[in-house]
């Protein structure tokens, strides 16, 4: 049976390319016009290892935000300091984890609502075999699945 919405991860050969050229590129003057992407620079939580991570910046009346399946975003969990590089200016700022995975499927259904299906699978990388949005219970069955984060950015208090 196809599913309505799959996760799709680009070549690893082209995420490290862009991602090699991104960290260069977001914190330059030249930053200010790569608007789809930020650079979060922090320190992971038990190894105190620094990352550099560029990702896709996403934005909603609550503020600014990541998407992602990757491991990384555990290092939010509970709460952590990270430096924000977005559109050419660097502000340190807080991200916190959504543990909530109701909260979590609705932020991508919003997301790829708003987005559309072909920029949502460019900018999130997600593909819609059936030609049609997924419901909430099938973004929230594939959260599940996947292991989908919100991290969620905003400024120190």
């Known amino acids: ?17 862009l ?5 260069r590129v977001l914190p330059s003057p030249l930053g200010r016009g790569v608007g789809e992407f930020m650079l979060l620079a922090f320190a992971g939580r038990r190894t105190g290892r620094r990352y ?8 909603d009346a609550d503020g600014l935000f990541a998407l992602t ?6 290092n939010f969990r ?8 977005f559109a050419g200016r660097t502000s340190p ?4 984890l959504v543990e909530d995975d109701a909260v979590t499927a609705r932020t991508y259904l919003d997301r790829i609502t708003e987005l559309g299906m072909r920029r949502a699978g460019r900018l999130i990388g ?7 949005l997924p419901t ?5 069955e594939l959260a599940r699945r996947e292991h989908f984060g919100v991290v969620r950015l905003s400024g120190k208090t």
């Open 1 to 17: 049976m196809t599913s309505v919405v799959e996760w799709h991860q680009p070549p690893a050969p082209l995420v490290k390319t």
């Open 93 to 96: 700022m807080r991200g916190v």
């Open 78 to 85: 509970g709460g952590a300091d990270v430096d924000v590089t």
């Open 69 to 74: 399946p990757a491991g990384w975003k555990a």
């Open 136 to 140: 909430l219970d099938e973004i929230a």
């Open 19 to 23: 991602s090699a050229v991104l960290r």
């Open 52 to 59: 550099r991570l560029p990702v896709t910046a996403h934005r």
């Open 126 to 132: 997600l593909k819609f075999p059936l030609g049609r």
